[in-house]
Each structure stands twice: as structure tokens, then as C-alpha cells.
């Protein structure tokens, strides 16, 4: 066999790998990073909170500084800092004022903690369908669910992408519902002319480490809501231990804890947070390279953007025609990691069909809360309530990890490259 033809066979059969190069892995963090990191460390003070009230309760001045200046970039009246984007869900779900037994609206495309910080509060999750297109939450399958024990939304922008906010925020105005905008994978994303996370009541982005900027681990709330603002602050920060002081008068959900983030943490988060227009712009760049590349192969459905939204490509998530393709999932996944096609994921979640979930079991072992007198009605969260998301999970959905490597364009042009000789060989794979 002569070179061209072995370059022409897929490697899974043999022929010569499309990618024989390892890419440079996704790493935000420069000197301007190290260097704050190291005053901070050469300070002495690493965390100045103090969980009782008094003027250091708020935390230190890195802290505060972090907080001005994401209140500032996201345009919004309060940034709050927190441990994780888990911990600022939680504190989300409490300071919205959810009682035990309330029901809340969520995704099951999504990190499993957006449901969980639900169930931390004894609330009950409900979970909507997707649309096809964003895999957002699909407002007519919200207004579905919707019951008289509805309090809350939770949408989560999944992969970079912001849901149908407008929709959103008009159904929770008619029913009086309260929305929490789960968008850690979206910060720098745009919805119209406003940043991703900042229309709802309150929004969270996530400081993970795999995501477009971080500080190891950490999270940021924002929110127009005064009221919100002060009781996000106080869950952090443990409550019961300072509503007494501080005059605070509602205890409801004045559980408090410490999902405070130290000084090292904020003083990275503030150089990272000058670095996300650029670090956005690339994962833009790079998606655009990719489109182009993958364009025409039949089968294949490249990201949806909606009009006026932009994508912040956390995931470049693909649809796959199985049917049209005349070929499953896995064995195409299979030849393009043959290929040398590393950050893709055959499949991402259903939460609702964990196994949490399918047994209803998550405080002790009685089925608590679902057993309880606090939960009004039997959910159900049999297979077949989210049939989009379902499918899209079990048969066609396509995602590569766009925060895995730093991707230059001759990268991208490889990752291209070998779809496209993957596509040439679909009947050799069959």
C-alpha cells in the first residue's frame, strides 16, 4: 500500500492517524496571575471574613475589588463571590425565599448540581424539556410543568449558549415565579445587548478550572436585587450567626455556611476577568474555523446560534442524523478518536433519569422529601418525560470540549481533517 492510499484508510482500520500531534492544554493562568497571587501571599492576609457581623464580614480587599469589578464588567448592581458555582446555586435557591415542598423548574442537560441545589432546600425539581436546537430549557415544555406549587425556574445556558431569556422572564411574570440563571459555562456570552446570567433574578457563572477563565474553584452571583444580594451574602457567610447583629428580621432559609472564596482566589479571578473578552473571542474564532471546515458533511449539524445571541463555545455541541447517516453514534466517535480527535463526548446527561431520581431517595432512606407531607404531589421523572433531550442524549448528540486545548488554527484544521475523512469513509465503516 502505497503512502496516499495509507493516508486515505482510516486509522481505525490501519491507515495513518489525521492528528499525530498532542494539542497545548487550555491554561488562562499568565504572570499577571502568578504575581497577584504572590502579594497576596506575601501579605500574610489569604481570607480576612469573619462568619459574625462586623465589617469584615464581607471579606477582605481582594474579595470586595473582585466583586466591584465583575459588577462592573457584567453591568449589573451586585457581583458576590463564592467557593463554587454548587455553592452559588445553593445560596441562589435560598436567598430566592423557596419554601420546603415549593417545585422548581429545571434542566436535565445539565450539571447535576443545578438540581441538587433544589433538593438542598427540600424543594421538589421538575424537569422540562430542551429545545433542539441550544438544548436550553424550552419555554412551551416550562409552561407545561408549570403547577400551583411552582415558585421557580432554573435555565441553565448550557455549553455557552444563553436560553430564551425573553420567554423566560414573561412566563415567570405571569405566574410569579422567580428565575435563577444558571450560567457557569456561559460568562462572556451575550443575550441582545446584556451578558448571559444577568437577566434573571440572579445569575452564576463558574471560576472552575476547565472553564474559560478561573481561579482553581470559585463562583460568581450577580443580581439587580438588593434583597437577594443581602441574603446571597448572608447564606455564604454564615447567617444565623449574623442576622442577629446585622438586624435582619426574615430568617427564612438563614442557614448559613462557608462558601466564602480567599484572597489569592479573588486576586486571580480580578487579572483573569481583564483576559475573558480575548479568552472569548478565541473559542469564537476557533468555532467559526470549525464550521467552515465541517461545512456540507452530510449528517451533521454544527452549533445553532440564535439571532442577537452570541456563543461563548464552553462545548462545541453537534447534531448527528443516525438515521440519514445509516451508522450509530458510537461507531463514528470510534473512528474519530482513532483519528486522533481527543474532547469529544458521546453523550452529556438526563438528569432525571439518575439514579437519585428514579428511586426518589436523597435525605436518609426513607425517600425524603418525596415521601414527605412538604411534597404536594407525585413528579414523575419516568423515561419519556423529556423525549428531545432523551433522544439527543441516547442516539445523536456531539460534543467536543472547546476549553480542553489552546487551538490554533492549524489545529482546528486538523480536527476538521479528520471528520471530513471519517465522513469519506462512512461506507468503509458500516
Not at 436567598?95 to 438540581?115: F, H, L, N, Y
Not at 433544589?118 to 419555554?139: G, K, R, S, Y
Request: proline share 3%.
Amino acid at each position: 500500500m502505497n503512502n496516499s492510499e495509507n493516508r486515505e484508510k482510516l486509522a481505525l482500520f490501519g491507515g495513518t492517524k489525521t492528528i499525530q500531534t498532542t494539542f497545548k492544554r487550555y491554561n488562562p493562568i499568565g504572570i499577571e496571575e502568578a504575581e497577584a497571587a504572590k502579594q497576596v501571599i506575601e501579605s500574610g492576609v489569604l481570607s480576612r471574613f469573619l462568619g459574625t457581623w462586623h465589617e469584615d464580614f464581607y471579606g477582605g480587599t481582594k474579595v470586595r475589588e473582585f466583586e466591584h469589578a465583575c459588577a462592573a464588567y457584567f453591568g449589573v448592581k451586585h457581583a458576590v463571590t463564592v467557593n463554587s458555582a454548587t455553592s452559588g446555586l445553593i445560596a441562589s435557591v435560598g436567598a430566592i425565599g423557596i419554601e420546603p415542598g415549593d417545585e422548581v423548574i429545571v434542566s436535565p442537560w445539565t450539571m447535576c448540581a443545578s438540581a441538587t441545589a433544589i433538593l438542598h432546600w427540600n424543594a421538589i425539581p421538575v424537569f422540562a424539556d430542551i429545545e433542539p436546537e441550544t438544548f436550553n430549557l424550552d419555554p412551551r415544555s416550562i409552561e407545561a410543568n408549570i403547577t400551583p406549587h411552582t415558585k421557580a425556574i432554573m435555565a441553565a445556558d448550557i455549553f455557552g449558549h444563553s436560553a430564551d431569556m425573553d420567554a423566560l422572564m414573561a412566563i415567570a411574570d405571569r405566574h410569579g415565579l422567580k428565575v435563577i440563571s444558571d450560567a457557569a459555562q456561559a460568562p462572556g456570552a451575550f443575550y441582545k445587548d446584556k451578558y448571559a446570567g444577568t437577566l434573571a433574578h440572579v445569575g452564576s457563572y463558574s471560576l472552575n478550572y476547565h472553564k474559560h477563565i478561573h481561579t482553581g474553584e470559585g463562583g460568581i452571583l450577580v443580581t439587580d436585587d438588593d434583597q437577594i444580594c443581602e441574603r446571597l451574602q448572608l447564606i455564604r457567610n454564615h447567617a444565623e450567626a449574623v442576622v442577629g447583629g446585622k438586624g435582619v428580621t426574615n430568617l427564612a432559609n438563614m442557614i448559613g455556611y462557608n462558601f466564602r472564596l480567599g484572597e489569592i482566589e479573588c486576586a486571580i479571578g480580578i487579572e483573569q476577568l481583564k483576559k475573558l473578552k480575548g479568552f472569548v473571542a478565541s473559542r469564537q474564532h476557533a468555532a467559526e474555523r470549525l464550521n467552515a471546515g465541517l461545512n456540507g458533511l452530510k449528517g451533521l449539524r454544527t452549533p445553532v446560534v440564535k439571532q442577537n445571541c452570541t456563543h461563548a463555545y464552553y462545548v462545541y455541541p453537534m447534531v448527528l442524523d443516525v438515521s440519514l447517516l445509516d451508522l450509530p453514534r458510537a461507531r463514528i466517535v470510534e473512528a474519530l478518536q482513532a483519528e486522533g480527535v481527543t474532547g469529544l463526548s458521546s453523550s452529556y446527561v438526563n438528569l432525571h433519569l439518575l439514579p437519585m431520581y428514579q428511586q426518589k431517595m436523597a435525605y436518609g432512606s426513607k425517600g425524603f422529601p418525596w415521601t414527605s407531607d412538604i411534597c404536594h404531589r407525585d413528579v414523575s421523572y419516568r423515561r419519556g418525560i423529556c423525549p428531545v433531550a432523551e433522544e439527543l442524549n441516547d442516539r445523536s448528540y456531539l460534543g467536543f470540549a472547546m476549553c480542553m486545548h489552546e487551538l490554533s488554527d492549524e489545529n482546528v484544521d486538523m480536527i476538521a481533517s479528520a471528520f471530513r475523512k471519517v465522513w469519506a469513509n462512512l461506507a468503509a465503516l458500516r
